[in-house]
């Protein structure tokens, strides 16, 4: 097993050429991570996914829910912005498994300020992005589950918006050695999106040295931006069980098409099935390494409540904390 999973990061890291398209994508909330379990195991999850943050990294993943799981994670995004998700899945048996999601990355008001103006006009403007989502998944066999997300993608600032649909695809086949998992997700499948607004709006003078020459209507034309695709494949499998302990890890390489190719390592260790501690390091990142966190799940009645966080480290970036609150019924 050890030999396999070093075979596996050397063919990734070694056969990817770079991208040469560093930072050609908009809409990049949606690359962000949300569940700060994903964050704790440096986001090497598509194997590993099997709750209702699953729709955020693999929607196949939501078929392992029992019955119904509601999630809700917030962080404050480098002290500026306020990043929050939410899903909910309902397992229906043999007809599969919904799920309904949603992501608002948002920011406070600011003023507006102009060349005659550097301190402010007085005028406020905000910006956000919003996505929401509907998600299917289903066992195939019984080692094999699929799952599709639709998604209608906003983001505005001040008057100006754009938007778009996008796709997200995921698999997952277990075996039995090691519980292993082999996993692949594909997000942020669609079309590109550009700027309107009335803001684009504005009068032309066709000729300046005839100042009372007609004013012709004219409008400011905004590039079109592709969506941040991302490939990921992955193995989710245990490591070890013992008693009280149980210890599972995940290793994924991911494939933007704005940025280079990347690895994922993670490790959980629980105990009780209970209290969980995580850690993970991603590789080929420019200023993000290393995350870490904890969790717990407590019985309430029939129900069971998780509470999770995640603290990523950055090398020049604010560090930033995630906390989420999972509700199982």
Known sequence: ??????????????????NPNLGTSGAKFLSLSLSPRAEALGSA????????????????????????????????WFNMF???????????????????SMILFTTGKMEVTTEEKPNGTGRYFDAGDVAVGITYAKYLTDRFNVGITAKYIRQQIWNEYANGFAFDIGTQYRIDFQNLTIAMSMSNFGGDMSFDGPDLDLVHLKNN????????????????????????VGIGFDIFEYDFIKARGGIDASHPNDNNERVHTGLEIKFFDRFFVRGGYRYNYDDQKFSFGAGANVPFGDS????????SVYELLPNVNRIALSIMF
């Open 45 to 76: 999850v598509v194997g590993l996914s099997d709750d209702a943050a699953s729709v955020f990294y693999n929607p196949a993943g939501i078929v392992k829910v029992k019955n119904v799981e509601a999630f809700f994670s917030y962080s404050n």
């Open 1 to 18: 097993m050890k030999n396999a999973i070093l075979l596996f990061i050397f063919l990734t890291v070694s056969v990817f050429p770079q």
């Open 304 to 311: 069971f409540v998780s509470f999770d966080y995640a603290y």
């Open 209 to 232: 040295n005839y100042p009372l020459s007609r004013l012709t209507p004219a409008r400011y034309k905004t590039d079109e931006y592709p969506l941040p695709l991302n490939f990921q």
């Open 82 to 100: 306020d990043l929050n998700a939410a899903s909910i899945v309902y397992n229906a048996g043999d007809y599969g498994t919904f799920a309904a």
